[in-house]
C-alpha cells in the first residue's frame, strides 16, 4: 500500500514537473524582446548616455560665477584722506535675456535625441526577432499539417493491410501509402532543420547560446487587424516612425543651438562694487580722515569677432539639410502605398 502511495506521488511529481517545463520553455514574443533589451550591451550604453544627457539640465542654464577679489597695495597709495592699504571687490555678470533659457532648450533637446535613439536600437532588436518569430510559427503550423496527414495516412495504411489480408486490394496500395508517409516525414525533417536557420539569428539577437530552441506559445499570437485608411496609416509613419522622429529631434537640437549662438552674440553686462580701505593720516586730520572708498562698478561684455559665431550657425544649418532624408523617406512610403 505505501508502495503504490510513492509510485502516485512520484508520477504526480514527475507530471508537474513536465507542465511546468513545457510552460516554461514555452516563449512568448515579449519575452524575447525583455531578454534582448536586458542582454543588449549597446541598449545599455544609450540609456547611461541619456541618464548622462539628463544631468546636463542643471549645469547650464544658471548665471555665471561671480567674481571676488582681494588686493593689497605693496606701495600704498596717498590720498588727502590717507593711505589706500586693502582693496576688496565683486562683480556678477548677466547674459542678455533668454540667453540662459536658450542653453536649456539646447540640452533637453539634445537628451530627446539620446532617448530616441534608445527606441531606434529597440525597433532595431524587435524587428528582427519578430521575422524570425513567426518564420518559426508557420514552419510550426506547416509540421501540424504533415503530422495530422501522417495520422491519416497510418489510418488509411491500416485500412490497406486489412483489404490485403482478405484480397480486397493488392500491396501496392500499401507501399503506396508508406511511401506517402515516408515522404511526409522527410518533409518534417526538412522543415526541422529550416527552423533552426530562423532560432539562430534570435539567439544572436538575444546574446546567448545559438543552440537554444524557440519554443513558440502559440495562445499568445493574434491575427493583427490592418488599418487599411492609407492616409491615417501615413500620418501615423511620419509621426511615430522612430528613424523619422529621431532625424526631426537632431533638427530641433540644431535649431536650438542656432537660437543659443544668435543670443550670444548680444551683450553681456556686469555690476559690481569695490570697496577700498583708507588708513587715517597721522600728520594731519583733515576733514572724514581715513574715511573708505566704495565704488560701484559696471561692466558691459560686447562680442566683436562675428565671424566664430557665423560658422557655428552654419555648422548647425548643414543639419537642417537633413530634412530631405525624411522627405525620401515618405516618398518611399507612398511609393509602397502605390504599390
Known amino acids: 500500500m505505501k508502495n503504490k502511495f510513492i509510485q502516485k506521488l512520484i508520477i504526480l511529481i514527475l507530471f508537474c514537473t513536465f507542465f511546468i517545463i513545457k510552460n516554461v520553455q514555452a516563449q512568448s514574443i515579449d519575452s524575447l524582446y525583455q531578454i534582448a533589451l536586458k542582454n543588449n550591451l549597446e541598449l545599455k550604453i544609450l540609456e547611461q548616455q541619456y541618464q548622462a544627457a539628463l544631468l546636463k539640465e542643471p549645469q547650464v542654464g ?8 582681494v588686493g593689497f597695495f605693496a606701495l600704498q597709495a596717498e590720498t588727502r584722506l590717507g593711505p589706500q592699504w586693502i582693496k576688496v571687490g565683486g562683480m556678477q555678470m548677466f547674459p542678455w535675456k533668454k540667453f540662459r533659457q536658450s542653453q536649456k532648450d539646447v540640452v533637453i533637446a539634445m537628451a530627446k535625441v539620446e532617448y530616441q535613439k534608445i527606441e531606434v536600437l529597440k525597433l532595431n532588436l524587435f524587428y528582427p526577432i519578430a521575422k ?20 491519416q495516412l497510418k489510418s488509411l495504411e491500416q485500412l490497406a493491410l486489412a483489404k490485403v489480408e482478405i484480397g480486397k486490394t493488392s500491396a501496392a496500395d500499401v507501399l503506396k501509402i508508406q511511401l506517402q508517409i515516408e515522404e511526409a516525414k522527410n518533409k518534417i525533417q526538412l522543415l526541422e532543420n529550416n527552423q533552426k536557420k530562423f532560432e539562430v539569428p534570435i539567439n544572436q539577437i538575444l546574446n546567448r547560446d545559438l543552440n537554444i530552441a524557440i519554443n513558440i506559445n502559440e495562445n499568445n499570437i493574434s491575427l493583427a487587424q490592418l488599418n487599411l485608411n492609407k492616409n491615417q496609416l501615413k500620418d501615423e509613419l511620419k509621426n511615430n516612425y522612430p528613424i523619422i522622429q529621431l532625424i526631426q529631434l537632431e533638427q530641433d537640437v540644431a535649431k536650438q543651438n542656432i537660437n543659443a549662438i544668435q543670443l550670444s552674440q548680444k551683450p553681456t553686462f556686469g555690476v559690481g562694487l569695490d570697496y577700498v580701505m583708507v588708513s587715517p593720516r597721522k600728520d594731519a586730520n583733515p576733514a572724514r580722515n581715513g574715511r573708505d572708498i566704495l565704488m560701484p562698478m559696471a561692466k558691459v561684455k560686447i562680442p566683436i569677432n562675428k565671424n566664430k559665431y557665423k560658422a557655428q550657425e552654419q555648422e548647425q544649418g548643414f543639419k537642417f539639410g537633413r530634412k530631405k532624408i525624411i522627405v525620401k523617406i515618405m516618398a518611399l512610403i507612398e511609393t509602397a502605398f502605390i504599390e
Open 62 to 69: 544658471n548665471l555665471p560665477d561671480p567674481e571676488f577679489s
Open 132 to 151: 524570425n518569430y513567426f518564420k518559426i510559427y508557420e514552419i510550426i503550423q506547416k509540421k501540424n499539417i504533415i503530422k495530422d496527414n501522417i495520422t
